[in-house]
């Protein structure tokens, strides 16, 4: 019988990203986004399902039958209001958490983000750790770490393996200084997130999802410890960028700053 995978948020960035590299014999994808989804190709071991993972009804269908849930979907990034965050990403989290409780799900691979702890000051005698205690740089940072505590009581108390996963910058290519040290490419996401569907018995764990950077910043301890085996370095790209203006200390870059209400 076929592994069943959640993807929530799955016509999103990463999540169309995820789409094509999460195939593999063996594994079925179940693609849940509030968005319109892009049509099945042919061949493509995957079924649409379409509604927000809000709904209650919608979500416990979705869990139904299926091994482990990667959780995309949400609001990705600064620019909302509290009461948004609130609802979607902490509550949603909890609704994830909670449908996957009832439905015996064993697993959820959770997008975190590096601005859960953006007011981390960046080290110069060595890398952030893993489980870099949260200091959030923003609401939407506040929404991270919020749901990372909330996968960790379901963790504690239900058994549930979480494996959340403190997204640095995902871009095709780096697109400024920052991202020398924060870049993760779309081959690295890709493995960083097989690796956390497929590490037997993880626990509750929180890694960072950083690429092969030679500027490295954060550990890439915990990600090895599951089998990620980052591939690409964003000092390939480093005598292209001429933004030298990121002169921030701590983890969240410009998002520490003064100007970010």
């Known amino acids: 019988m076929d592994d069943v995978v959640l993807l929530t948020g799955a016509q999103g960035a990463i999540g169309s990203m995820l789409r094509r590299s999460l195939r593999r014999p063996g594994r079925h994808l179940r693609l849940l986004d509030v968005a319109p989804l892009s049509p099945l190709e042919p061949g493509e071991d995957a079924e649409l399902v379409s509604g927000s993972f809000l709904d209650s ?3 416990s269908d979705a869990c139904r039958g299926a091994n482990a849930i990667v959780h995309m ?3 990705s990034h600064e620019g909302y209001t509290w009461a948004e965050y609130l609802e979607v990403n902490i509550h ?3 609704l994830l958490a909670e449908a996957a409780r009832e439905a015996g799900v064993e697993r959820i691979v ?3 983000s590096n601005h859960a702890v953006g007011f981390a000051p960046l080290r110069d005698d060595g890398v952030v750790p893993d489980y870099e205690f949260p ?3 923003t609401y939407y940072g506040v929404s991270k770490a919020a749901s990372e505590n909330v996968l960790s009581l379901y963790h504690d108390r239900y058994g549930l393996d979480v494996v959340c996963l403190r ?12 991202s020398l040290w924060s870049w993760l490419s779309p081959g690295d996401c890709a493995r960083l997130v097989d690796a956390s569907l497929t590490t037997p018995r993880p626990g509750f764990r929180i890694v960072w999802g950083v690429s092969a950077n030679a500027r490295a910043a954060v550990s890439l ?5 599951i089998g990620y085996e980052p591939r690409d370095n964003a000092e390939d790209y480093a005598s292209i960028l001429t933004d030298t203006h990121d002169q921030w200390h701590d983890v969240g870059g410009r998002y520490t700053g003064p100007d970010v209400t």
């Open 57 to 59: 009804d919608v979500l």
């Open 73 to 75: 979907g949400g609001l």
């Open 92 to 94: 949603g989290t909890y």
């Open 110 to 112: 959770y997008a975190s």
């Open 135 to 137: 200091r959030p740089d």
């Open 167 to 178: 997204i640095g910058s995902y871009r095709e290519e780096p697109i400024d200084v920052r």
């Open 221 to 225: 301890e915990e990600g090895r410890a």
